[in-house]
């Protein structure tokens, strides 16, 4: 029985990412452990967002795919510094000055 037998799913298909990509001679099992870190907390993230926007869209938290293609472009924009999709550049100002109107 191989070591990736005892894995759950997830971390089984990282796993095999990582042995099949010719630049990894071998990874520090740690290393396991913090990409499923990241796989979650990005996840969790990008499904945050995307219900964000679609409770602004009116759909009361009702995720479509077009929420979560619309929280990846923003993620992708925020932390790479790409482009932000101009949708999201308006929600961003309406909700900051909606908070400002507030207080």
């Known amino acids: ?21 010719p630049s990894v001679q071998d990874a520090h099992p ?3 452990h913090q990409l ?3 796989a979650h ?3 969790t993230q990008v499904l945050t967002d995307a219900s964000i926007y679609a409770e602004h869209a009116g759909r009361g938290g009702k995720i479509d795919q077009e929420d979560v293609t619309l929280a ?7 932390e790479f510094g ?5 949708e999201v550049g308006f929600l961003f100002y309406f909700r900051e000055l909606s908070c400002w109107a507030l207080n």
């Open 30 to 32: 740690a290393v396991l």
């Open 41 to 43: 907390r990005y996840t």
């Open 1 to 21: 029985m191989s070591r990736t037998d005892t894995l759950p799913t997830t971390a089984r298909s990282i796993a095999l990412l990582l042995s099949s990509a």
């Open 72 to 78: 990846v472009q923003a993620r992708v924009g925020w």
């Open 36 to 38: 499923l870190e990241f």
């Open 82 to 86: 790409g482009r932000v999709p101009k």
